[in-house]
Nanobody, 115 residues
């Protein structure tokens, strides 16, 4: 059974950077797209960035120009490079694999932006 495991979260100061990784235990071509989502306390989970199997990307307006999603097919890993972080970026970040049938979620990684 394929699993997704996120890593790279942690505390960071405003204006700083982090890179999140999402490693799949199987081929990421299992998924027609991979995405990063986040959920802040008391808020609904929201899409942050998506990347298709052909490399087409899409971003939430709130992160456009600051975050970059990428994929390394050889490593079965998707990344989220986050720059110019703001306190409002604080959330648990989840990786999601979109596929026919049931989508697959990772367990999440906490990102805390605070001075």
């Amino acid at each position: 059974q394929v699993q997704l495991v996120e890593s790279g979260g942690g505390p960071v100061q405003p204006g700083g950077s982090l890179r999140l990784s999402c490693a799949s235990s199987g081929s990421i071509f299992t998924f027609y797209a991979m995405g990063w989502y986040r959920q802040a306390p008391g808020k609904q989970r929201e899409m942050v960035a998506l990347i298709t199997s052909s490399g087409i990307t899409n971003y939430a307006d709130s992160v456009t120009g600051r975050f970059t999603i990428s994929r390394d097919d050889a490593k079965n890993t998707v990344y989220l490079q986050m720059n110019s972080l703001k306190p409002e970026d604080t959330a648990v970040y989840y990786c999601k694999g979109l596929r026919r049938g049931q989508d697959l979620w990772g367990q999440g990684t906490q990102v805390t932006v605070s001075s």
